[in-house]
């Protein structure tokens, strides 16, 4: 109940402020958390509209996204924009394929920010199997997913193991299957969230974060890996996020969303890969790798993939998909022991 | 600055009737007539970012034609004259060139091309250019870069543009139709080249550009391709481009020597510092759209040749944002997984109730609003009192809510209830009275 009855009193109160005391507020308070919420939209747009080009298969995807934008138009974006958005989702498959394979029938996947990811759908539509696959997000978040599963009942709710069982309009367990609304940086109720989706705590466990970890302190994102570390006997986590943010492009981007009302408060453990290895370790994580995107796109993915994905849309300037992937990087690192060996070096 | 067309625009009106060869199969004999006054009004409004009327825009552009088609695939310029790279549709950012530079018609300028796609103002930058060299056609060359074209600008950004500031690809049309006639090279005082992109194994002397048939769409291999996509590479000979189209050619290319020329400019790839030299100081990479793409962080270069041919770079920094014009105006750059943002933009009332709609639907009020007036739109028979029926269905939403139905399935259980007690007490008082006796 607490999220909605914060929400309620957040409303009046923005009702009852006047406009100048509004822009001084903006900093602080509730807008961060609303335009957080709204990169999901701008990530799910960037994704169904590189899908929609071929750069990668998601069938599921349309349900949640609208192929139009507010003024009509269709969604596009830039090749180098699609083109790194197949590294991402590329690498981030190959390494839940990876993990899945080690952890066998008993592995847990918990994604946060997941937003409208559809991982889940993916993996099981083609046969994967595990014990359970828990997403978490904001209830505002996650009760415009709930109803879009809702509504496709067959397409999505047909893939679950078990019946899906909703709570309050904002959580939905399904068997193999959860769904639930969560602030990460409230443990207490992101625990109590967990639990109520039966999350094994000795469970080899996955926990993926894209583009999530930085929208948080970097004090707040610690704290939660470190609860993850703490919470589970075998963890891995697998983070996709900035780095190297400390140059010039690294600036613009953050004058560029400070312009749209979105601060990016985490942005400090970017500053290089350096420092986000310094993240991990001081979470509890002893083992893994953190690297940039363009090595990623450039040696890491399939070279035959990577040409045809180069071929859909001709891309004008190579030096911009280089630009952006060199300042996201991803991170797999794993708590030892684990009785599956990743063969990780230490961090 | 000489070039092979010989008319300045002294008169009132600017026509050329005297000189011009309209080959230009849409113009066949006839000239078009624009006034001097007319041409500077339209650069005046053009000036501010502003539009000028499709109708307009098709004059200019007929207009525009009818120079260009006289001018060589090499253009031969005189200096002093400043070179410009890629523009890309980034307005507020040429404004800033032109100060750094010099206005036309003080200053000659060369551009590299690429004037459209990808920045927020492609139409607004192209038009202006082109009305400066149909006003200042001695002043002002412009020379074809790979954007130029009409694939490329259906990709990056230049027709979408034209679509949403006039409704219709007649501008964008027009426009293509003008790339066509846009000259493939220069030659600064027979000693400096000027290309967009770079060489071709096909080409090595400039007679054989001379006879490049350039009236058409960038074709996707060949002599012309090369020119407008190649790249110079740290290397040796000719390798295959990543870019799909065009040419890498090395240091030890022998174009130069071939053709008496001392240094090649072209612009066509990215540069942070804003210039580059490639193979000592045989290739110049220059490079004009600060801050590119409103994400690269880059700052631009243009740069002057005087007299002697010496050079001098200016390096310029992105327009500040106030002079960047109205918010309203522009999309955001892309990141991956970031803020549309586009409730920032809208004013407090609108952000109010979109705040508002969402309370509603997260609360799942619209869905049962909507649910209990749909479910009423179908009836057959429909009951006389909706008021009631609506409350009814809404109540039935609400786990827990005190509803008639509700409220009626108490009272049985507390009548019930009351028929046990009633039973019990009957009971009890029978055994007391039997054990009274």
């Known amino acids: 109940r607490r999220p909605n009855h914060r929400f309620a009193l957040r409303m009046e109160a923005e009702a009852a402020l006047s406009e100048p005391v509004m822009a001084r507020r903006r900093s602080s308070s509730v807008n961060d958390d609303y335009s957080v919420q709204k990169t999901n939209d701008d990530a799910s747009q960037s994704k169904l509209a590189a899908v929609k080009m071929g750069y990668w298969k998601d069938e599921f995807l349309a349900r949640f996204v609208s192929m139009s934008t507010d003024d009509g138009q269709l969604v596009h974006r830039d090749p180098e924009i699609s083109l790194g958005y197949w590294a991402r989702v590329t690498v981030i498959r190959q390494y839940v394929d990876a993990f899945l394979e080690r952890a066998g029938p008993g592995a847990q996947i918990i994604s946060i920010g997941c937003g409208f990811d559809t991982l889940f759908w993916r993996l099981k539509s083609e046969g994967k199997t595990f014990a359970r696959f828990v997403e978490v997000d904001f209830s505002s978040v996650t009760s415009r997913k709930l109803r879009v599963i809702r509504r496709a009942a067959a397409a999505l709710g047909g893939l679950f193991r078990e019946d899906a069982q909703e709570n309050q309009h904002t959580d939905l367990h399904a068997g193999d299957y959860h769904l639930v609304g969560a602030d990460l940086r409230q443990w207490a109720e992101l625990k109590s969230k967990l639990e109520a989706a039966a999350v094994d705590w000795t469970a080899p466990t996955l926990v993926i974060a894209e583009c999530v970890l930085i929208y948080m302190a970097t004090s707040q994102s610690e704290e939660l890996l470190s609860h993850f570390t703490q919470a589970f006997g075998n963890v891995a986590l697998l983070s996709y996020e900035q780095t190297n943010v400390d140059d010039d492009f690294g600036r613009v981007m953050a004058a560029n969303l400070e312009k749209r009302g979105l601060k990016l408060p985490g942005i400090g453990a970017c500053e290089s890969i350096d420092k986000q290895r310094k993240r991990l370790t001081a979470a509890g994580f002893t083992h893994g790798t953190v690297e940039d995107m363009h090595t990623v796109f450039e040696k890491r993915l399939s070279a035959e993939e990577r040409k045809k994905v180069l071929r859909i849309e001709c891309l004008d300037e190579l030096e911009l998909l280089r630009q952006l992937n060199e300042h996201y990087s991803i991170s797999f690192a794993v708590r030892a022991p684990l009785y599956y060996n990743f063969g990780q070096e230490t961090l | ?437």
């Open chain 2, 1 to 437: 600055m000489a070039s092979d067309n010989g008319s300045e625009g002294t008169s009132n009106t600017l026509s050329t009737a005297a000189t011009v060869r309209t080959d230009s199969p849409t113009l066949g004999a006839s000239v078009v007539m624009i006034s001097t006054d007319d041409l500077d009004r339209q650069i005046e409004t053009l000036r501010k970012c502003e539009l000028i009327t499709e109708q307009e825009v098709k004059t200019l552009c007929a207009k525009a034609r009818e120079i260009l088609v006289q001018e060589g695939n090499v253009q031969v310029i005189d200096s002093p004259v400043t070179i410009c790279g890629d523009i890309h549709g980034q307005f507020y950012d040429l404004v800033e060139l032109f100060r750094v530079g010099g206005p036309v018609p003080d200053t000659n300028y060369l551009f590299l091309g690429d004037f459209v796609d990808r920045g927020f103002y492609s139409v607004e930058t192209f038009l202006l250019l082109l009305a400066l060299k149909v006003r200042y056609p001695d002043r002002m060359m412009l020379i074809r870069g790979n954007h130029e074209s009409r694939q490329i600008t259906q990709v990056y950004g230049f027709y979408d543009e034209c679509q949403r500031k006039y409704g219709s690809a007649a501008v964008w049309r027009c426009c293509t139709e003008v790339f066509d006639f846009l000259s493939l090279s220069a030659v600064i005082c027979g000693k400096v080249f000027c290309v967009h992109g770079g060489l071709s194994p096909s080409i090595q002397t400039l007679d054989q550009i001379r006879t490049i048939d350039r009236k058409q769409e960038v074709p996707h291999d060949g002599p012309m391709c090369d020119l407008l996509w190649s790249d110079p590479e740290d290397s040796v000979g000719w390798g295959m481009s990543p870019r799909g189209a065009g040419y890498l050619f090395g240091s030890d290319v022998s174009f130069c020597e071939t053709n008496g020329v001392e240094m090649i400019t072209r612009a066509h790839q990215l540069v942070m510092e804003g210039y580059k030299y490639h193979f000592g100081e045989t290739v110049l990479t220059v490079w004009s759209a600060p801050n590119y793409c409103y994400r690269c962080g880059n700052v631009a270069a243009i740069l002057e040749l005087d007299e002697q041919l010496n050079k001098e770079f200016t390096i310029f920094e992105a327009a500040p944002q106030e002079n960047r014009g109205a918010p309203a105006k522009k999309p955001q750059p892309d990141y991956f997984l970031m803020s549309s943002g586009r409730f920032i933009d809208h004013p407090k009332a609108e952000k109010r109730t979109e705040l508002y709609r969402m309370y509603l639907e997260e609360h799942g009020v619209l869905e049962a609003l909507t649910k209990a007036l749909a479910k009423l739109n179908v009836m057959e028979e429909r009951p006389a009192n909706p008021m009631e029926f609506v409350v009814k269905e809404l109540g039935g939403a609400v786990p827990g809510a005190i509803t008639a139905p509700a409220l009626e399935k108490a009272y049985d259980r507390a009548m019930k209830e009351l028929d046990k007690l009633r039973k019990e007490h009957e009971e009890l008082k029978k055994e007391y009275e039997v054990g009274r006796k």
